[in-house]
């Protein structure tokens, strides 16, 4: 079992930065790959991005390549999404996820979720 809980989350303009950061409980961690996604107001909810159970890969959805970052400290048992150059196009509640798959960018293959964090980027 692993309890995640997001945060980092708030205001910011266009252009500017973020870093949210995935709390996990449970001595597991180490052993799931991870995935942030969001959710923004009437749309489905979307990938962000996913790193591998070790941190060796990382995956990223096209609209956020090059302008986001996913990494994980498994010694914190936490996980972290930077982002940058932000947009109101990025407006969105964020979630982290677990999940014993290698590489998922899919929703349903992830067990284990948070509460999310609200992110509103203004123009």
């Known amino acids: 079992q692993v309890q995640l809980v997001e945060s980092g989350g708030g205001l910011v303009q266009a252009g500017g930065s973020r870093r949210l950061s995935c709390a996990a409980s449970?001595?597991?961690?180490?052993?799931?790959?991870m995935g942030w996604f969001r959710q923004a107001p009437e749309k489905e909810r979307e990938f962000v991005a996913g790193?591998?159970?070790?941190?060796?890969?990382?995956y990223y959805a096209d609209s956020v390549k090059g302008r986001f970052t996913i990494s994980r400290d498994n010694a914190k048992n936490t996980v972290y999404l930077q982002m940058n150059s932000l947009t109101p196009g990025d407006t969105a509640l964020y979630y982290c996820?677990?999940?014993?798959?290698?590489?998922?960018?899919?929703?349903?293959?992830?067990?284990?979720w948070g509460p999310g964090t609200q992110v509103p980027v203004s123009s």
């Open positions: 996820a677990a999940t014993a798959y290698d590489y998922s960018s899919t929703g349903v293959h992830y067990s284990y």
């Open positions: 790193i591998s159970w070790s941190g060796g890969r990382t």
């Open positions: 449970g001595r597991t961690f180490s052993s799931y790959s």
